[in-house]
């Protein structure tokens, strides 16, 4: 077979819509009161609009000694039923904006079963979340056509830029795997491994350790002229 062993790189996907840093604060200051609670917390946590919608307050907890969301792989109560998306149960440490969002909601939806809506149980879609979203998007006109989805994009590229690696983003965001965080978000990623030259360039300006030279300095290779070494 002439093409065993032949490997077709697949080719980096597009980013979609998300907020600019400087577009977040305008954004979440158009929405309507509860929306701009659920838009924060989004954009704090990457939640995706349908965790965002089933998250329960019994999935909150202090464990690792922050407030923290586990995203259970399964989970059911009286007339509604959850599974997490790809079977993926992951932890979701809540940043000091994540933080206030939830409190925020504690007193917006007091007493009930979820964090971001005051229904009993799970609503069955996200439908008037997205035309909030329309609503707000309309009014603040952002540079993108954001939608609910753009929220949780706009927390990974936030995440990136703050230099949280990417393999981190992948397991706070739930990817199956790093490789589909790379495929949308490896683009975020460049300035943080250009610093990776850094270290070694801090490290060859100190080539010893008890005498010891560790690596050598590269010196230009000497140009030869056709009658012999300059």
């Given at each position: 077979?002439?093409?065993?062993?032949?490997?077709?790189?697949?080719?980096?996907?597009?980013?979609?819509?998300?907020?600019?840093?400087?577009?977040?604060?305008?954004?979440?200051?158009?929405?309507?009161?509860?929306?701009?609670?659920?838009?924060?917390?989004?954009?704090?946590?990457?939640l995706r609009a349908g965790e965002a919608v089933a998250l329960r307050w019994s999935w909150v907890s202090d464990g690792i000694g922050r407030p923290t969301i586990r995203?259970?792989?399964?989970?059911?109560?009286?007339?509604?039923e959850w599974k997490t998306k790809g079977h993926c149960a992951r932890a979701i440490p809540l940043s000091k904006?994540?933080?206030?969002?939830?409190?925020?909601?504690?007193?917006?939806?007091?007493?009930?079963?979820?964090?971001?809506?005051?229904?009993?149980?799970?609503?069955?879609?996200?439908?008037?979340?997205?035309?909030?979203?329309?609503?707000?998007?309309?009014?603040?006109?952002?540079?993108?056509?954001?939608?609910?989805?753009?929220?949780?994009?706009?927390?990974?590229?936030?995440?990136?830029?703050?230099?949280?690696?990417?393999?981190?983003?992948?397991?706070?965001?739930?990817?199956?795997?790093?490789?589909?965080?790379?495929?949308?978000?490896?683009?975020?990623?460049?300035?943080?491994?250009?610093?990776?030259?850094?270290?070694?360039?801090?490290?060859?300006?100190?080539?010893?350790?008890?005498?010891?030279?560790?690596?050598?300095?590269?010196?230009?290779?000497?140009?030869?002229?056709?009658?012999?070494?300059?």
């Amino acid at each position: 077979n002439p093409a065993e062993g032949v490997i077709i790189a697949r080719p980096r996907r597009k980013i979609g819509p998300y907020l600019l840093a400087h577009e977040i604060a305008p954004f979440v200051a158009a929405c309507s009161d509860d929306m701009a609670i659920r838009a924060a917390f989004i954009i704090a946590t990457g939640l995706r609009a349908g965790e965002a919608v089933a998250l329960r307050w019994s999935w909150v907890s202090d464990g690792i000694g922050r407030p923290t969301i586990r995203i259970p792989e399964y989970d059911s109560g009286p007339g509604w039923e959850w599974k997490t998306k790809g079977h993926c149960a992951r932890a979701i440490p809540l940043s000091k904006a994540a933080q206030a969002a939830l409190t925020a909601a504690r007193e917006r939806w007091p007493g009930g079963p979820c964090v971001l809506h005051s229904e009993p149980r799970a609503l069955a879609g996200s439908g008037t979340w997205a035309r909030s979203i329309r609503k707000a998007r309309e009014k603040a006109q952002p540079s993108q056509p954001i939608d609910t989805q753009g929220l949780r994009r706009t927390a990974a590229t936030r995440w990136l830029a703050a230099g949280v690696t990417i393999y981190d983003v992948s397991r706070l965001l739930g990817h199956s795997s790093v490789t589909v965080t790379e495929r949308y978000y490896a683009g975020f990623c460049d300035h943080a491994w250009a610093g990776v030259m850094d270290t070694v360039d801090a490290a060859a300006q100190a080539p010893t350790i008890g005498g010891s030279v560790l690596l050598p300095p590269l010196l230009p290779r000497q140009r030869r002229s056709a009658k012999g070494t300059k």
